[in-house]
């Protein structure tokens, strides 16, 4: 049986605001000599009515006469950061008493941010969460609100809202869905004599061999400095070698178990040893802005990016070839000639609220306004990032060479990318190897068996 990602689409709630005053009707004879008595005395009815008048200012200046309030938000990607600012200043000119302090990602690591600021109890309100074993631990701790509280929770798809909760917390709002895409430069490519992109592995390889010796421009490329596309390499090659064979979501319940094999599965090996050779050098330690960099440079022909970089490195090969036709994204091709691809997908980062005793109700009013208004208004940063949406929104776009792959990616198996499943430890081991091997110094075999002997002792469901 396959597991298909569908795009689960919540109902938008619709809210109709109703003001309704009721007006005590009067007779049109007893409002005739209302009208023509005009003597001084006459006009005492409107001058007691002048309170009621000078009352409504008063109202209206409520909110001025609200406390000042700051939070801060650490939510800022480095791709998407202008988008927030774009948002927050809506925000705070809807809610003038309430300062939003936006704390820049900068491309950096959030868990050594996090951890450093959970260690000097400096945790900002809002933060970046994935199911992870950190954002676990804070559940654990006490230190993240269940984000079920807020307005907004209930209109989030519940596969989504499953994918996020640990221990019955929804730790936080995820907007989209993450998937493993392959982006190509065709400038390049048809300099090596392609007028399309591989369709499966063995054609990946012969187009790889073909840029090197024809064009001499590196052919592949991927952020393996970051553990989540590091591993989406390796992820790859184990799904579909061994998605087919034992069905969708065993090879996650066991790797969560402590009993998966990598090197059960000689295929794995065999296949990164033949894409090795063709890795651009000095990719085991890029990062996702290097990667932008490296295709906008023309640097290599090829990378492996999750869709939510799409947006910045297909800009940046539009820039290097000319043409925006030029810039193509497909998903993965790591299936053998004839068989069924399998791809990495998750829920995207979603935005989580830090738990803090010691908030006043104003910033507790304050975070629950900007919560749900970051929700209604999601699709400003949504035209940025490039996400595909969970939910509708009208005003959301998406790139044009995206657009198709929402529709393929909905149909296609997967399996549930890396920290969603594995411990700190575990992460930390198999990803150095990766980068190592990536870069010639490991051999890929070795890396399988440690991987396999360290998941007996280092798994996310051990008691």
């Not at 992870?132 to 307005?151: A, H, S, W, Y």
């Not at 209930?154 to 640990?166: E, F, G, L, V």
């Not at 399996?415 to 110094?441: H, K, P, Y």
Request: charged share 25%; hydrophobic share 40%.
């Amino acid at each position: 049986m396959k597991k298909t990602l569908a795009l689960i689409l919540a109902l938008c709630m619709l809210f109709t605001l109703c003001a309704c005053a009721a007006k005590a009707e009067t007779p049109a004879d007893d409002v005739k000599p209302a009208e023509e008595a005009k003597p001084a005395e006459e006009a005492k009815p409107a001058e007691e009515a002048k309170p009621a008048e000078e009352a409504k200012p008063a109202e209206e200046a409520k909110p001025e006469e609200k406390e000042n309030v700051t939070i801060d938000a650490y939510i800022v990607a480095t791709e998407w950061g202008d988008a927030f600012d774009e948002m927050e200043a809506g925000f705070e000119a809807e809610y003038p008493w309430i300062n939003v302090e936006g704390i820049s990602r900068g491309g950096g690591s959030s868990t050594e941010y996090l951890v450093a600021a959970i260690a000097s109890n400096t945790l900002p309100d809002l933060i970046p969460v994935d199911n992870d074993e950190l954002r676990r631990t804070m559940v654990d701790d006490g230190l993240m609100e269940d984000f079920n509280k807020f307005e907004c929770a209930n209109q989030i798809p519940q596969s989504y809202k499953d994918a996020m909760t640990y221990n019955g917390v929804l730790m936080g709002e995820t907007y989209g869905a993450a998937f493993s895409c392959m982006f190509y430069n065709m400038a390049i490519l048809n300099e090596a004599g392609w007028d399309k992109i591989p369709e499966n592995w063995q054609e990946l390889i012969a187009c790889c061999k073909d840029i090197q010796e024809k064009t001499g421009v590196a052919p592949f490329t991927v952020a393996a400095g970051k553990t989540t596309t590091s591993w989406m390499l390796f992820e790859l090659l184990i799904a579909n070698a061994c998605g087919e064979q034992l069905g969708a979501g065993v090879y996650e319940d066991a790797f969560k178990n402590g009993t998966f094999e990598f090197n059960a599965y000689p295929e794995i090996v065999e296949k990164f040893n033949e894409l090795q050779p063709y890795f651009l050098v000095g990719t085991s330690a890029a990062n996702e802005d290097d990667v932008t960099t490296i295709m906008t440079d023309g640097q290599a022909a090829i990378c492996l990016a999750g869709n939510w970089n799409g947006n910045a490195i297909l800009d940046g090969i539009t820039e290097y070839a000319g043409d925006p036709a030029l810039a193509v994204a497909a998903l993965p091709c790591f299936n053998d000639e004839g068989e069924t691809r399998w791809i990495s997908a998750t829920a995207e980062t979603a935005m989580g609220v830090t738990a803090d005793p010691n908030r006043s109700e104003a910033e507790e009013e304050a975070i629950d306004l900007f919560v749900n208004y970051f929700w209604n208004h999601y699709a400003i940063i949504q035209n940025v990032a490039g996400n595909v949406p969970v939910i509708p929104m009208t005003d959301a776009v998406l790139k044009e060479q995206m657009t198709p792959l929402v529709a393929e990616m909905g149909a296609s198996p997967f399996v549930t990318m890396g920290f969603n499943l594995w411990t700190s430890e575990f992460s930390d081991a198999a990803n150095r190897d990766i980068q190592d091997c990536i870069a010639g110094l490991k051999d890929m075999q070795a890396a399988v068996d440690a991987m396999t002997e360290l998941v007996k002792t280092s798994y996310k469901n051990k008691a």
